[in-house]
């Protein structure tokens, strides 16, 4: 069973794939993420990091924090979109996608820097 460290999950079922999951290329991008990322993380007992990508179901929070797993919104995202696009761009979409919410992580909170070796890591 595939433990993941850093996951993107869409607010809509089976629209990018069966259930809940990425595609091939969502895929792709989170294996590159988790082979980026540090663990353990040290930051806040976090050990797993959900990107909820699409509009959030009955008004989630933009964060939360619960039972180790780390859960943020990005709104500016639409699953139907996103399947009409060739796969090079879903990768650049994606990759924005992280890149964004990283840089959210190191505003909000001073003890995040384990972002700033995941984004070293990454070079982008």
Do not use: C
């Not at 919410?101 to 982008?124: P, R, S, T």
């Amino acid at each position: 069973m595939a433990q993941w460290i850093f996951q993107l999950w869409p607010n809509q079922r089976d629209i990018i794939s069966v259930g809940y999951r990425m595609d091939d290329v969502g895929e792709e991008v989170e294996r590159i993420v988790n082979d980026a990322l540090r663990y353990p993380f040290h930051f806040h007992g976090i050990n797993k990091i959900v990107v909820r990508l699409g509009p959030s179901p009955n008004n989630a929070p933009d964060y939360i924090e619960l039972m180790g797993v780390a859960k943020k919104q990005y709104t500016a995202f639409s699953a139907d979109e996103y399947v009409g696009l060739a796969e090079e761009r879903r990768r650049r979409e994606l990759i924005l996608i992280v890149q964004s919410v990283f840089d959210w992580l190191l505003e909000e909170f001073e003890d995040a820097e384990f972002i700033k070796a995941a984004q070293q890591n990454l070079g982008w």
